[in-house]
């Protein structure tokens, strides 16, 4: 079986690591596998990255190759010209259609390129710009396609519904975002859409990580982006320090726009010496942090923001929780699929408050982490274990060919 994964960068680039996981499982389960990335940068950030390279295609967003395949197309093929008239119509803004007509040449030339591999099916993921190229690609050569949706994508709604049409199935990785995408291209589609969370690697055995140490350890491994909340975070240690605890560092793994904001709250709260920005993190070094027991906790103070954005399910939590550490997050998007029924501890979005007192519950109460720390782990060995979930993705594959 011989499957293409459309992506944004992987295996190039920073993110993605939990479609770096994935993408790798997969390979080791024997598939023929063909990476194309939608624009992938020229840097391997993330060592895992290197094993796939074989399995990639690295082309640019267009170039001029592109450009004369997409013209000679449109001139031989009226099928070309149903494809940008469906685009252009179901398209519901003209950013969505700009964005869509960016990839149109490169989904043109790529079908050339999966057509003389003899691709079996292709899978995209993400259900914006990837997913667009996945579609002409299908549409092009008749190669059955499906792909995953996570999260901003849905809301996005990049013609979602012919896109739907026209997939083998659809796979969302949470009930919420199953929800949310019925309640966009309606329950006719509900047969295709399968759950299947994200997933991570699970250790065979993890040594118990102790909440007493001189210096408790909190780490946030997330992008610096409004929905994650950092800030809530930062309102929360100062909290601590105000009621006298001090033995404990706050590190924040990512980048992102809000760097410069959440850089003067820290200044203006004095936090400096306990709150720190680290940039983002090669995915191997932060699973050694976890491996080698130097985190002691995991928080990820998610909210919804003002344009409704808001978690799927976060893979930060997952990877924290299959090495036994505890971690906090808020009641928001699909988090609460992670961490209902004590596998982590939910707080309120926003409410600093909730997440210090949690904080101290936990650096000081032995039970309450060594639950929540065996709770986590076995919440993801069964639910978000990425040996049986890649199997799944699999057997749909199958049975669409």
Known sequence: MKIAYITAQTPWGQGETFILEEILKIKQQGVDLLIVPRNPSKEIFHQEANKLLENS??????????????????????????ILETILIQSRNPWIFIKNLAVFP??????????????????????????????????LTGIPWSFTLHRWDIKENNILKEKAKSAKFIRCISKHGKKELLEIIGRDYDKKITIIHSAVKIPAKI?????????????????????????????????????????????????????????????EKKLTAYVKISGCIPHEELIKKYQNKEVNLVILPSITTNHKEHEGIPVSLMEAM????????????????????????????????????????????????????QNGYQRVNQEFNIEKNVKKILRLIKNSL
């Open 106 to 139: 490169k989904g043109i030339f790529v079908a050339k390129i999966l057509k003389k591999k003899k691709v079996e099916h292709i899978h995209a993921q993400w259900g914006s710009t990837t997913s667009t190229m996945a579609y002409i690609i299908s549409v």
């Open 322 to 373: 299959a090495y036994g550490i505890p971690t906090i997050s808020t009641n928001t998007g699909g988090i609460p699929e992670l961490l209902s029924n004590g596998a982590g501890i939910l707080v309120e979005e926003k409410s600093s408050k909730e997440l210090a007192q949690s904080i101290v519950r936990l650096m000081r109460d032995k039970n309450l982490y060594r639950n929540i720390s």
């Open 57 to 82: 295609i690295w082309l640019p967003l267009i170039n001029f190759k592109m450009i004369i395949c997409c013209l000679e197309a449109l001139f031989l093929k009226i099928s070309t010209w149903k």
């Open 207 to 267: 040594n118990e990580v102790s909440s007493i140490k001189q210096i408790f350890t909190i780490v946030t491994p997330a992008n610096l982006l409004e929905v994650k909340g950092h800030k809530y975070l930062i309102d929360a240690c100062s909290i601590l320090i105000n009621r006298g605890i001090k033995n404990f560092q706050c590190i924040f793994y990512g980048n992102g726009p809000m760097q410069n904001k959440l850089e003067h709250l820290i200044k």
